[in-house]
């Protein structure tokens, strides 16, 4: 049982399915001698002319550029770097005509050429040289396919994979091109050397050289140049022999699994003309600045090979080979079966470009108007990929996608052998190429969809996420903030308000209670407050602060208590605190007028040092660094609403004072107190001097206002909080 | 239009049974070989439509969303029983001729169809005319069929006629052309299904201009569009 | 300067609608050549007429859809539809009969279909059975090859019985089909049927006059013609051999099946290969493109299943000839055996 290498070694070939025999019409040029073109005035080098991101332009407008140098960086894994092919000045980069079926501009750097080219080469490697340097080079001098698809060839080997074939395409099979035919006639060693680099870089068991048998003159100087470690074949001439897959099928009788790369089952294919520029980029320090174009065509007067600098425009090179116009004419880029017919002729000469035909209309006529197809079934005889392209032609004007691609759509390698074949002249290879763009298309919008509807139910989710740890919070805080108040200000609300109705009506019984008891009370009242401000430290929580508070507050009750039962006995009427923080009025006899604004006043410092509790209360149980500072905060806010109440108190005990004196002379005044209670308001201390000595008026009128300008702040502090 | 124009619009042109909404086909092609047949066949479909559309309309408050199909069927069945039986007795020929189709008119589409559509939502009178409409418009459509197979078919007109209208039709025989061998394909069914492809092609050839006759297209002002958004 | 733009590829190969059908057309000769000897030139008279409605028609159907008319009528099509439905009906048959068939075929078999290419029924054969049941009688009055004729029939007779149906002397067709014994007759292969069902075995039947030695007077020689015109086909490649090759090899098993298991109630390979339309059915009509199958399996398939139809309906079926049936039963089946006869594509064989 021979393996697939014993047969190959035999010299055994394959067949591939279909295939056309188009005129080759090879004749004017085939036995062209090499002739190289003189540099044109203006090079125009497109950045992105090979598979993969484009490069990046490195130089600028006004640059001086030198023949060889780097002009643009390779961007990314699959891409490649673009050399500068003459010295001279860039003077634009812009979008500019691309050579591409599409005509849509595209960036490109101009180049005006100086007369003078100087070039310097790079240093030459060796073959013993280190496979990453080789492969290093092969990167910095821009070698890419030069067969037509332009992949980056340093990419292409390094397949880290084992090879086991080296498969060198010099087929040529479409018809009208002949530069790899020219290319092998005259430069056969230098092919053979950029093979070898080739061979040392992939190390495969064994290199083919397929050659078709309608180059005879070719294949004789291959074979003389070729050492033993590579064969040679001639194979029978068949469009579409030169295309890789249908190449790697007629040598080892492999077929490349659909969707994989050659890489994949062990084999690697190169063009011989990109093996040449590799081998001269690494062996000789050449980067690829120029390239062989056939240029043929009945409306050039000199068809032949050339030796092309890139980025010459194909105006210039067809008036380099005597052009002339006619009436209607088709400049085509590459062969006439797989080329495309370019829509603006300053478009310029890229790696790709291995020919140019300039065709009147009697040499390439246009084809007849497109009719029904008459399922004829021709086009499936002659297809390379044993397709069905009949069916693939109805799929791809009812726009199934689905159908299209179950029938293998993209294993069309659009050879254009169906096209040519078809009776009913339609244009089958143009609705494939449609239908793929269109499926690709439709495959990118349903990713950007599917992206867009991930990041939006993300979206979703997070707004979920933060809202239910909003509430969350929210729910913490209601729960501590109720936790302290049960504690502290709730009870005590309520209890003020008890306590408030009680002085109300234990009033009308206290004013004649006796002031010295009441003194007394609010004596023992102060200093207890005193006491537990004394015992508070700084760092006490305003909990503490509270029971403090509370105690004292038990001690003015008590204190109440006892003045109430000496008010009982003796009647005596004075002011009775509503506030458990307030100390008991004094007994100054004052005048009903000066005793109610001496209550006012008392009851505007009540109310803020109450508001300023009740604040402080609220501030207990806020999270977070409130909850530092705030006890001390609080902690000296109390201190100082302290202060105040106690100096509010002595301002008060004064004002009760003279009240007190007045209170003999005047009937008591519950309604004003009412009054005065219900209405805080900024009482003029005026009342209160007339009775009292200057001093003392004075002293108490400052006491107020500082309690009330101390109350003010500390509300307005609070409040910001 | 007032209601029952537009009823008239639509059963008769618009909304033809036969020809738009191509409903009873099966009748339509298989009875239609003689003008008489298509005649008695037209009669009976409009005598059901009718009694059917009225009860359905009476009832249909009455008539539980679920089940409505079925005692469609029973109401239309019952009418159908009904013409059946007469036909039957005073026009046996006909029963005979018409053979299966005359009870299978229970399964008319158009029937139920609109009683479904139409009189189980509108009020007595218009569903009853709706339903005499119809059967008219369908009726026509079997009549005209009719006439164009037997022409071509047998060359007479109103051959048999007397099984309908009884003795005194045999005059109305009509010969227009004499025929060795009679056209056996357009007394097939498929002829049929031939023949009323091309009437329904007229149809529509026409149907623009017969449309723009009696509905005038109105002129609508087409907004103007000053802010579109970016199309990619 | 004017640049044209085309998508690639802009090389063509020769190859053209309009030059395969008219290469199917000349393909007929010799056949049309042997009828006209047998027959008379009844043959020609029905072609004309035939090719001449066939044009008419798909012109006024093309004006119809609002299409080109000249250059669809230059694909020829028509016409090859005209001249086979022409061939296959009997030569003295009356004007109209060919005037419908044709119009039915173009119109509706063909273009209501959407024209060219998208007809899933043949054309020509759909004309012909649309014929064959309509008027049953004038589609079976097939004339008397000239050697056995009793009366002579010149042409001026044979006009006048196309468009008036009568001959100049007053006969009808029926009377013209009487043989030198007074033996109304019809196509060897209907009398065969006939002399089956009547009890006769078939050596019994085929020893009368009109059988000759092979296969029935005058329709071997023009089976024959066909088979060469055939064959001419596949040498110039307008047609692949799958199709003929084929139904021929799947009747010819068939009949010889039948013929080794009863030979007294079938017919010999040799009468189903050579009367009839069967060579005319295999090279011609099975092979018309549009309506065929279009891998070669699928061809292959295809073929088989026209011999076999053909087989079965000649020998079991009401008709005495088969050939229109078979290759509209086949039709039938396309789509299924394209669908499911999809070769495995380049780089796809391990699925």
Redesign the interface.
Known sequence: MKTILNLVDEGHLWD??GG?H?PSRKERTKDSAIVPIPMPQHLYIPVAQHVGQPALPIVQVGVNTRQGQLIARKEGFISANVIAPASGTVCEIADYAACH?SGIPTQTITIATSTEQNFESLEPLSLDDDNQKILERINTSGITGLGGASFPTAVKLAPNKPIEYLIINAAECE?YITADDALMRERAADIINGIKVMQKLLNPTRTIIAIEDNKPQAIAQIEQAADDSMIVRAIPTLYPAGGE?QLI?VLTSL??????IPADIGIVVQNIATSYAAGNAVLKGQPLISRIVTVSGDLVERPGNYEVPLGMSIKDLLEQCGFK?S??????V?G????????D?NAPVVKATNCVIA?S?QE??????E????????C?QVC?????P??LQWFAKDQDHDKLKQ??LF?CI?C?AC???????I?L??YY?VAKAEIRSEEREKQQAQRAKERFEQRIARLEREKTEREERNRLAAEKRKAAMKGTSNGDAIAAALARVKAKKSQAQEESAAPNDRVAAAIARAKAKKAAKQTTTPEQSSEDENQLEQKSRVADAIARAKAKKLAAQQADQAPQSDENQQVAPAEPQLSPEEAKKARIAATVAKAKAKKLAAKQVEQAPQPDENQQVAPTESQQSTDEANKARIAATVAKAKAKKLAAQQAEQAPPHAPAKLEAEQAPRTPPPAAVESELSPDEIKKARIAQAVAKAKANALAKKNLKK | MNQYAELTWQGLWKNNPGLVQLLGLCPLLAVTSTLTNALGMAIATIVVMVCSNATVSLIRQWIPKEIRIPIFVMIIAGFVTCVQLLINAYAYGLYLSLGIFLPLIVTNCIIIGRAEAYASKNDLLPSAYDGLIMGIGFGVILLLLGAVREILGQGTLFSGAEILLGDWAKSLTIHLIDFDQSFLFIMLPPGAFVALGFILAIKNSVNSRVEALIEPPVEIEKPQRVRINKVS | ?????????????T???S??MRNVALATMPGIAALVYFFGAGVLVQIIICITTAMLTEAAVLHLRKKDIS??LK?N?ALLTGLLLGLSIPPLAPWWIGVIGVVFAVLIAKQLYG????NLFNPAMVGYVLLLISFPVAMTNWSVPTELSHHQVTFSDIISVIFTETTTTGMTVNDIRHTIDGVTMATPLDTLKTDLTLGLTVGESTAKDMFSSWAGFGWEWVNIAFLVGGIYLLKIGVI?WHIPVAVIGSLLFCSLLGYLLDPDSHGTPIIHLFSGATMFGAFFIATD????A??NRG?LLFGVIIGALLYIIRNYGGFPDAIAFAVLLANMTVPVI?YYS?????????D
């Open positions: 591939f399915h056309i188009p079926p018809p897959k099928e077929q490349v699994p659909s969707g994989k116009a009436q209607r004419q088709k400049i085509i590459g006439p079966m797989m080329g495309f017919a370019l829509n002729i065709a209309e390439l006529p246009n084809p007849p108007p009719q029904n197809c008459i399922r004829c079934g021709d499936e390379p990929a044993q397709l069905l009949q069916q029938h293998d294993d659009e254009g096209a040519y074949v078809c009776p009913s002249s244009p290879v143009q190429r | 300067m004017y640049l044209s733009v085309a998508p690639s590829p802009h090389h063509k190969g190859g053209d609608t030059t395969v250059t669809t694909d099509s024209g060219l290419g998208f692949r493109p549009v309506t065929a279009t891998s061809k394209d999809k070769p495995t594509s380049y780089g796809n064989k391990a």
